[in-house]
């Protein structure tokens, strides 16, 4: 189906599939095949040649994954999207893929505590520092931060688990001054509430693990490519490179910019990262997250709701020391979510219990219909203490850096009725605090 001129919710139930192509089929099918017929050794060799675009092995491309791409990239007006195995797939396979010759990376210290530590533990060893803008609320900080090695800005739309804002438009202008993609986790935000391509990055990051697939059923990461960078750039050199595997048809090789000029950036880690490292996304995986997306704006309307229902219901509470979310009384990061996030800043977000370690352990221990455990963005509400857990792996100055002290609690809104949400709250405070 032509993608173009429809709206975001008709995308998100038809984008990318044409049942004509599926035997008619109504439902997206689930290919479960490693392999497809070439046909002929005339196909094969246009096929291996890239002079004719089809399926050949599973772990590079699937039909039932490329609708989730195509999906995906359709909801962005986006150039293209990967899918692959998880969300840490994504953001490492993106990050390598764009200063993989060596180089830095310029990132917020508001992050996700995988990504933290995976700054720490992989990209050095390849040759990539990590530089951390430490006041993410100033876009001139990144400005000041950029060195002539640095080949991309990170950050996410709304961090976890602080419900962080940036300045996307400001920042992206930034890095195009200095000849940089602006790379964007939206895990939080759902291309639902936020499609920062609209405001200039170039590269768009989701965990499709969370509020994308929304049932806590699949783990699963995508890439999004707004085709609108140049990496056909001396800063850029391994875009440059020009391969055997991508010669025409004369035999000359050829490099990812001049085989897909609208799209070298997931061209490139389709082949050089998926089809080596090989996290690969299953056909059923991806059929979850294509079932999930069909109700994203129903669900996470619902859960934003409840968010700002559950926020105002915590700030009455003495026993709550701060809560960190864009609507929050006391929150800095108001006219950025005006700005960025009208229809609502997510469904996860911290907040502070004023009492002791043992106390909070306990608050934890009396919920009832909160799920203690690791994920956010399920149909489920959830609640962890990230500094013991989703973050344990930051240092305690890394923790104090990411604004998450020892009394963080982190809540992740589902679709339960908001009056059972906030009475299994006051029962927990109630066993706790008399
Ligand atoms: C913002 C964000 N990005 C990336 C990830 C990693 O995703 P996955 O668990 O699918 O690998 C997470 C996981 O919690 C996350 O919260």
Do not use: C
């Not at 490693?34 to 046909?39: A, I, K, M, V």
């Not at 400001?170 to 895990?187: F, K, Q, Y």
């Not at 291309?191 to 783990?219: E, F, M």
């Not at 020892?406 to 109630?430: C, H, K, M, V, Y």
């Amino acid at each position: 189906m032509p993608v173009l001129n429809y709206e975001f919710d008709t995308l998100k139930v038809r984008g990318g599939y044409n049942p004509k192509e599926h035997n008619n089929a109504v439902s997206v099918p689930i290919y479960a095949t490693t392999s497809f017929e070439f046909r002929g050794t005339e196909r094969a060799k246009k096929l291996i040649g890239f002079t004719e675009f089809g399926y050949v092995y599973s772990r590079v491309g699937n039909p039932t994954v490329g609708v989730l791409e195509q999906r995906i990239a359709s909801l962005h007006d986006a150039a293209a999207a990967i899918a692959v195995g998880s969300g840490m797939a994504a953001i490492t396979y993106a990050l390598l893929n764009v200063a993989e010759k060596g180089g830095r990376i310029l990132a917020t210290s508001e992050l996700y505590g995988g990504t933290v530590d995976g700054f720490k533990k992989v990209f050095p060893n390849y040759g990539i520092k990590i530089d951390i803008v430490n006041n993410s609320k100033d876009p001139e900080q990144f400005r000041k931060a950029i060195k002539a090695d640095t080949k991309a800005i990170y950050v996410e739309s709304i961090s976890n688990p602080n419900a962080i804002l940036v300045d996307i438009e400001a920042i992206a202008n930034i890095a195009h001054e200095n000849g940089i993609p602006l790379i964007v986790d939206n895990t939080l935000a759902t291309p639902y509430l936020l499609n920062p391509i609209k405001y200039g990055a170039d590269i768009v990051i989701y965990s499709a693990t969370k509020a994308l697939s929304g049932h806590g059923n699949v783990i699963a990461g995508l890439i999004v490519e707004s085709g609108k960078f140049n990496f056909k750039s001396d800063k850029f050199p391994q875009f440059l490179e020009t391969y055997h595997i991508l010669r025409d048809s004369s035999g000359n090789p050829r490099s990812f910019v001049d085989v897909f000029p609208e799209f070298p950036f997931t061209a490139r880690v389709r082949s050089n990262y998926l089809a080596y490292y090989g996290a690969t996304l299953g056909a059923f995986d991806a059929y979850l997250v294509l079932l999930g997306i069909e109700t994203l704006s129903e669900r996470v309307k619902k859960q934003v709701s409840n968010a700002e229902k559950i926020v105002k219901y915590l700030e009455t509470k003495k026993e709550v020391a701060w809560v960190k979310y864009p609507t929050a009384k006391e929150s800095p990061y108001k006219k950025l979510k005006d700005k960025y996030l009208p229809k609502g800043a997510g469904s996860t977000f911290s907040f502070g219990i004023d009492g002791t370690l043992e106390q909070i352990d306990k608050f934890i221990d009396s919920l009832k219909i909160f799920s203690y455990q690791a994920n956010i963005g399920d149909a489920r509400s959830l609640i962890v203490n990230p500094p013991k857990t989703t973050h344990s792996e930051l240092t305690p100055e890394e923790q104090k850096l990411a604004g998450i002290p020892p009394e963080t609690i982190r809540l992740s809104l589902g679709l339960e009725d908001e009056n059972d949400l906030i009475e299994d709250l006051e029962q927990a405070f109630r066993k706790v605090f008399l």
